[in-house]
């Protein structure tokens, strides 16, 4: 009987495989863990990734599903935030990239990355505005 209620509140939410499916790519657990229960309270479904290895792992599997990848600057490994960007431009330039660094001068000074930088710490107010927008353009027409 107290399972009724269940069943009820799951049939609100968005049909399943309909989220947009964000990446956070992030090596501090604690940072990680904000943004994925941040994001998760949103509505998206989230992967999480320590390293930009990690990420390009995951996006090689699940490329399609993916919206948008939200990403640390500095990752540990051979690969940064930027790189990653480059990377995902090239290969999945469908996906949006959302990129933040405790460090203002972090910010892509290259032009060949289509991402979006925001400095830490960040309000989960920006972020969830940017992600709206983003999740909106996708699969629409995004102009170049």
């Known amino acids: ?58 996006l090689n599997e699940r490329g399609e599903d993916v919206t948008v990848v939200f990403s640390d600057v ?19 330039p469908r996906i949006r990239i959302l990129l933040t660094s405790g460090d203002a001068s972090d910010q892509p000074s290259d032009l060949r990355i289509s991402a979006t930088f925001i400095p830490k710490p960040w309000r989960a107010p920006e972020i969830l505005q940017w992600l709206e927008e983003a999740a909106r353009q996708h699969g629409g027409v995004t102009e170049d």
């Not at 399943?16 to 998206?44: C, N, W, Y």
């Not at 500095?74 to 999945?92: D, H, K, M, Q, S």
Request: glycine content about 10%; aromatic content about 6%.
């Open 1 to 58: 009987m107290g399972d009724h209620g269940v069943s009820q509140v799951m049939s609100d939410v968005r049909p399943a495989g309909k989220k947009p499916v964000i990446l956070v790519v992030e090596d501090e657990p604690d940072e990680r863990f904000l943004a994925s229960e941040m994001l998760e309270e949103t509505g998206f479904e989230v992967i999480e990734a320590e390293t930009a290895e990690r990420a390009l792992a995951i």
């Open 74 to 92: 500095r990752t540990p490994g051979t690969i940064g935030g930027f790189e990653l960007a480059r990377i995902i431009g090239v290969t999945w």
